[in-house]
T-cell receptor, first 114, second 113 residues
Framework: SAVISQKPSRDICQRGTSLTIQCQVD?????MFWYRQQPGQSLTLIAT?????????ESGFVIDKFPISRPNLTFSTLTVSNMSPEDSSIYLC???????????FGQGTRLTVV | GENVEQHPSTLSVQEGDSAVIKCTYS??????FPWYKQELGKRPQLIID?????GEKKDQRIAVTLNKTAKHFSLHITETQPEDSAVYFC????????????FGSGTRLSIRP
């Protein structure tokens, strides 16, 4: 299994500012994913963080709004840019291990934009 | 793209009874179907999974069935207990960690004492 440390666990931010969320894994993983989970809703995939190349974004999500970095096989960041109250949500990173299709999740970042 | 539908959205059962949650998926290339349990304020945790070469899998009180032809899969929880109360998500994925996981909309399961 993979142990994932996600930071910060929560934050309250002013609209128009940006927040960077970090995801650190205790072992090298093939892929890392970023999800958004709005209150009482399911997990919506934002993008796949690719090591050494640009992230792959899902429909409705763009790089200018959600820039992602993946400098190595154990670390990724998601930035929520120019925030508005609609960005208030829980953001989760998830990782997939080589040869093991189980996904492991970070504890999530609860973001409130005021 | 891949779509996963899940129902019911809420389910309330008497303690000791069984609970069944059903999902359908759209992408015939999907061949891995995990189920996640999410307790309030916590991260999703895998409880059971099934691959497309298997029709049924059981782990104590939890079982999952898969009908690949119909693109249906279901979660069965028997002898429900209060600690089974949570939100359950089905998901579909291609057969590698490189494939993204698409989640169903979730079922909020409540166990009545």
């Amino acid at each position: 299994s993979a142990v994932i440390s996600q930071k910060p666990s929560r934050d309250i931010c002013q609209r128009g500012t940006s927040l960077t969320i970090q995801c650190q894994v205790d072992s090298q993983v093939t892929m890392m994913f970023w999800y958004r989970q709005q209150p009482g809703q399911s997990l919506t995939l934002i993008a796949t963080a690719n090591q050494g190349s640009e992230a792959t974004y899902e429909s409705g999500f763009v790089i200018d709004k959600f820039p992602i970095s993946r400098p190595n096989l154990t670390f990724s960041t998601l930035t929520v840019s120019n925030m508005s109250p609609e960005d208030s949500s829980i953001y989760l990173c998830s990782v997939g291990q080589e040869g093991n299709t189980e996904a492991f999740f970070g504890q999530g970042t609860r973001l409130t934009v005021v | 793209g891949e779509n996963v539908e899940q129902h019911p959205s809420t389910l309330s059962v008497q303690e000791g009874d069984s609970a069944v949650i059903k999902c359908t998926y759209s992408d015939s290339a999907s061949n891995y179907f995990p189920w996640y349990k999410q307790e309030l304020g916590k991260r999703p945790q895998l409880i059971i999974d099934i691959r497309s070469n298997v029709g049924e899998k059981k782990d104590q009180r939890i079982a999952v069935t898969l009908n690949k032809t119909a693109k249906h899969f279901s979660l069965h929880i028997t002898e429900t207990q209060p600690e089974d109360s949570a939100v359950y998500f089905c998901a579909a994925q291609g057969y590698s960690s490189a494939s993204k996981i698409i989640f169903g909309s979730g079922t909020r399961l409540s166990i009545r004492p």
